[in-house]
């Protein structure tokens, strides 16, 4: 019974085996390839392999050149974004370079016969109240064209400059990288960016722009309406007194009360370097900018080496008044002096003056006969205005600390730089006092300042 069943078993398996093969071969559609038909079986698999495999390499060709044509249309289109880049670059790089071209061109119009004038700012938007004065009081653009430049990218700032539009000419100083600067001297950082500017800006002026004079003012100076007037009738002596290497429009004992307030026409000269509203030529700066100093500019401007026995024109009332008394120095130098400084308010005609009384061969026997004929007298004298005489009176100094005490009492300002105290000239402090011509003076056969003075 069992060995019927096997045997059974094996004949339907086998039946049902050979039924599925003959339809997989015998399908509805394609070659009739039968295998219960065809006896050559092997012969016609091994011609379909062949197609097949011939079929195969035929498509892979065609892949493989559809995938060539497809990676070249990508890297040209790579290609052709990557030009467009670059031509964009370079229309960008040309645009800027022209339009630098062409304000150069701008700035430097009339820069023969003008005197630039130079504006420092930076983080402060008040420099409007400057640039308001100096508007209002230019005599003529071409003459002193106005040049802003901008430190600290403050863009408030920038905003505020920019508002004038052509008006003035707008720089911005462009290197803003930080400063290496000794431990020590952290937090005088404010000072290495004032001298980086400086430097930059000068040089712009001067060897970019060509500009033959400057006038350099602060951001937080007030000016006198004079004050254009000023430079313009100084710049010839400054120009003819190789003596002479600037004039400041600044005087650091100006306050009133120390002033002659009837002699706004009145001018000195001053072997301290008053800084605050000057002009500088070309030549001082072709002396100066390869030796530019990294901090302290007013300082180091006033050391020996680069004042080199030369003096400044200085007025007896101050062309420009500073309120700037939130700043790179502190406060405190601001609210005891500075804010007291007195600013001039008259119109003095000082193209029209002769001021060859300036030039040291005429100045300096003036001065010497005037300071040391006059009578002299005590601080208390003075104070008490117990003296007889109506002309200038001279009170002797000696030492350092008499200076000082001397100089303290009468509200002067007391400190030295290299040796030089402020607005001396030839070692004499000259100031208005009670109605007179003071002179706070050494001794007549004075042999030159004491740079340890401090
Ligand atoms: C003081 C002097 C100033 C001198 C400076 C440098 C007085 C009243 N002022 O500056 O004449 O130039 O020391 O020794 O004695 N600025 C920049 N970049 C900065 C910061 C400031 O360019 O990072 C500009 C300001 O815009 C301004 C000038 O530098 O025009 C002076 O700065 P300020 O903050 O006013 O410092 P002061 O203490 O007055
Ligand atoms: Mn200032």
New binding site residues.
């Given amino acids: 019974m069992r060995k019927h069943h096997l045997t059974g078993l094996i004949v339907v398996s086998f039946l049902s085996w050979a039924i599925v093969i003959y339809f997989i071969l015998e399908g509805p559609h394609g070659n009739r390839i039968s295998l219960l038909k065809s006896p050559d079986i092997d012969e016609k698999l091994v011609v379909l392999e062949e197609k097949i495999k011939e079929e195969l390499k035929a498509n892979e060709v065609v892949r493989s050149k559809l995938h060539q044509a497809i990676e070249l249309r990508i890297k040209e289109k790579e290609k052709a974004i990557e030009d467009e880049k670059r031509k964009i670059q370079i229309e960008e790089v040309y645009k800027v370079e022209s339009a630098e071209k062409e304000k150069i061109k701008a700035i430097s119009a009339h820069s023969d016969s003008a005197i630039a004038v130079l ?6 938007v008040t ?1 409007v109240r400057c640039l308001d004065q100096l508007l209002k009081y230019r005599p003529s653009p071409e003459k002193f064209p106005i040049i802003v ?4 990218q403050h863009e408030a700032t920038a905003n505020a400059i920019r508002a004038y539009g052509d008006q003035i000419f707008h720089i911005q ?1 462009p290197d803003q990288s930080e400063i290496q600067i000794p431990p020590k001297e952290k937090k005088f950082k ?2 290495f ?3 980086r ?2 430097g930059w800006a000068l040089n712009q002026t001067f060897f970019n722009f060509n500009f033959n004079n400057v006038i350099i003012i ?3 100076l007030d000016v006198s309406p004079d004050l254009f007037e000023y430079f313009l009738g100084t710049l010839p002596i400054l120009l003819a007194d190789p003596t002479l290497w600037c004039v400041s429009a600044w005087n650091d004992n100006g306050k009133l009360g120390l002033i002659q307030q009837d002699a706004p026409h009145l001018l000195h000269r001053t072997d301290f370097f008053p ?2 509203g000057w002009m500088l030529t070309k030549n001082t700066w072709l002396e100066l900018a390869p030796k530019w100093p990294r ?5 180091w401007i006033r050391q020996p080496e680069q004042r080199r026995g030369r003096a400044c024109i200085r007025p007896e009332i101050s062309r420009t008044r ?1 309120f ?1 008394k ?5 406060g405190l ?2 609210e005891k002096y ?1 804010k007291y400084i007195h600013l001039n308010d008259k119109f003095v005609p000082f193209t029209q003056l002769n001021l060859t009384y300036l030039l040291q061969d005429n100045y300096d026997v003036q001065f010497v006969k005037s300071v040391y004929e006059s009578m002299v007298v005590t601080y208390q004298e003075l104070k008490a205005n117990s003296i007889v005489t109506d002309g200038p009176v001279r009170i002797p100094y000696y030492t350092k600390d008499k200076y000082k005490r001397t100089a303290k009492m009468l509200g002067l300002m007391d400190d030295f730089r290299s040796g030089v105290p402020r607005t001396g000239y030839r070692g004499v402090v000259s100031f208005f006092y009670n109605n007179r011509r003071v002179y706070l003076a050494p001794n007549a056969n004075w042999k030159g300042y004491d740079i340890t003075w401090s």
Avoid: M, P
Wanted: one cysteine or more; a negative charge.
């Fill in positions: 504006v420092f700012a930076c983080n402060r420099v430049s901008q430190d600290c100083q404010g000072y960016k004032i001298a500017h400086y602060e951001d937080d800084g605050l901090s302290y500019w007013d300082d500073t700037g939130i700043g790179v120095s502190n130098f601001y500075l």
